[in-house]
T-cell receptor, first 115, second 110 residues
């Protein structure tokens, strides 16, 4: 079954703790993305990666970090420096822009609550 | 700065109605415009539009792009309760980033 998986579905953390959200895809996509969604808002880009071992900051990268050691995996760490970490986090992937296919496919999301 | 604006932000209709959702954009290097449907969780891809005036259709949903006036519309005919969702419009810019609008929350009442 091809697709994007995110885990866990729900995550609760205490303020001041770092937390890592998992994202795996078996679609053989080159590009992967992390978005944050707050109630009543669209998706905002945190980080994205076009190829392994390379990634770029999106619009709201402060307080987050990523790695891309394998094509299939793009974990996101929410650090204690992120001021408002409670949100719904979505991972996505797409074929490389250079191949002319643009649609992004999304994972089921992780809802993070920090208290 | 690239910008995507959707209207209305929310809409309540009755089953059988036809709805039109709007998406306007201001971007420096247009590549494509995408529509997604988001129910409780992950957005699911609906359409990608790259050329003006060519309607994309899937069942009761259709969408068209006007690159001169910088907008797109998503039409849903004969709405059903299962159409209730947030509909997201996004522009894919030359840098490979999707810029999303705020979304339109559609509620279809029986």
């Amino acid at each position: 079954d091809g697709g994007i998986t995110q885990s866990p579905k729900y995550l609760f953390r205490k303020e001041g703790q770092n937390v890592t959200l998992s994202c795996e895809q078996n679609l053989n996509h080159d590009a992967m993305y992390w978005y944050r969604q707050d109630p009543g808002q669209g998706l905002r880009l945190i980080y994205y990666s076009q190829i392994v071992n390379d990634f770029q900051k999106g619009d709201i990268a402060e307080g987050y970090s990523v790695s891309r050691e394998k094509k299939e995996s793009f974990p996101l760490t929410v650090t204690s420096a992120q001021k408002n970490p409670t949100a719904f986090y979505l991972c996505a992937s797409s074929m490389s822009v250079g191949r002319g296919r643009y649609e992004q496919y999304f994972g089921p999301g992780t809802r993070l609550t920090v208290t | 700065e690239d910008k995507v604006v959707q209207s209305p932000l929310s809409l309540v209709v009755h089953e059988g109605d036809t709805v039109t959702l709007n998406c306007s954009y201001e971007v420096t290097n247009f590549r494509s415009l995408l529509w997604y449907k988001q129910e409780k969780k992950a957005p699911t891809f609906l359409f990608m539009l790259t050329s003006s005036g060519i309607e994309k259709k899937s069942g009761r949903l259709s969408s068209i792009l006007d690159k001169k006036e910088l907008f797109s519309i998503l039409n849903i005919t004969a709405t059903q309760t299962g159409d209730s969702a947030v509909y997201l419009c996004a522009h894919y810019n030359q840098g490979g980033k999707l810029i999303f609008g705020q979304g339109t929350e559609l509620s279809v009442k029986p």
